[in-house]
């Protein structure tokens, strides 16, 4: 079983991000280069992942800077063993809360290529990116198993807003959500899967979503932009808000508040020092910086929307 978080031999052509470096030629060109690159770097996480060896919990689950308790007076006065056991659960709750995203997006892309040309690359790649998606759902969930968390799942309200969500959304609403979502997870495993603090089946799985991920943020930015390029000022300011809304919901769902007692806390106390700690607010901020440059440019951010991400603190 591979348990590292590199290939070394990667070569530079397959990465990912390069597809940035080429302008596209038609709608299909952008598609093209991501099936070209899936081709060449994709992981099969059934024997990528060290599943056989047990949890060593020595390690923690994620970068404990990350941790919504990490800088409070509580953190500081839990063991080092209750850190990690936070930060295990911590991360759990992070792929279950991922798991129920990725099956949203599975069913709005669906919904978006329903009845097209399959033979177009544009929907062989859209198919391409759902088997990666399943393929992350069935990760993550061995995953959060192996770090011995329950099946955290978001609250009553988001799960049936989701549900109306993966229903109605469409077009620049569905693609900027996804993108969202795949943004804030990128900047914090990118954090963990370097991190050697980190139990190494967890970095290796955190290492498969961010390489598989990185197209999938590429055809959502792509999509985002030319979905808007002939939207009127109505249809922006209506999406914008709607995205703001599905944004708050995924960001606010990311840590269960039930992480606290599994890991043998207050409950009371750990959610009303999390709720108050400025270092998480600020690694929120941060890692959302790109996201907001890219919804600034293409004038997602109006007023209506910016309150939704100011009290996610994603801005």
Known sequence: MASSTTRPDTPASADPASTDRHPANDEHDVARRLLDSSAKLSYDPR???????????????????????????????????????????????????????????????????????????????????????????????????????????????????????????????????????????????????RDERVVPFVRTINNIHVVEESRHMKFARDETRKRLAKAGWVRRQINAFVISIASYVIVTSMVNKKVYATAGLDEERALAEAAANEHHKSMMRSSCAGLMEFLASARLLTKPALVFYKRAHLI
Do not use: N
């Open 47 to 193: 024997t990528e992942v060290d599943w056989d060896t047990p949890l060593d919990e020595s390690y923690h689950g994620a970068s404990p800077e990350w941790s919504t308790l990490y800088g409070t007076a509580y953190w500081r006065e839990m063991t080092e063993a209750q850190r990690k056991e936070l930060t295990r659960q911590e991360a759990a709750s992070v792929a279950g809360t991922g798991i129920w995203f990725e099956i949203i997006l599975q069913q709005m892309i669906l919904r978006d290529v329903y009845a097209k040309d399959p033979s177009q690359e544009k929907v062989q790649w859209a198919l391409t990116e759902i088997a990666d998606e399943c393929r992350h759902s069935i990760m993550f969930a061995r995953g959060a198993k192996k770090l011995r968390a329950p099946a955290y799942q978001p609250r009553f309200l988001a799960r049936e807003l989701g549900r109306a969500f993966k229903t109605l959304a469409f077009g620049e609403a569905a693609y900027a959500a996804i993108l969202v979502a795949e943004e804030v997870l990128d900047v914090m495993q990118r954090d963990w899967m």
